[in-house]
């Protein structure tokens, strides 16, 4: 099995939620997904609205990224 590595950059949230889901969901479904996971962490939705995120947020900013890849892990 190859070990993917992703960068800590910008990433589109569907670009994300498709990385963690590996595509088996449409882009919806994995933005869905992705949503529902960040709520699940404590205290993850409060560090990224801190850090500027919003429901209507179409890119999440490097800052974003490195919180949720320390919270649940990189994809």
Known sequence: MEIVEYPVRPYGKSELA???TRGSMSPKQSCEWLRRELRLYPGLMDRLVALGFTPASKVLTIAQVRAI???IGPP
């Open 69 to 71: 890849f320390e919270a």
């Open 18 to 20: 498709q990385l963690y």
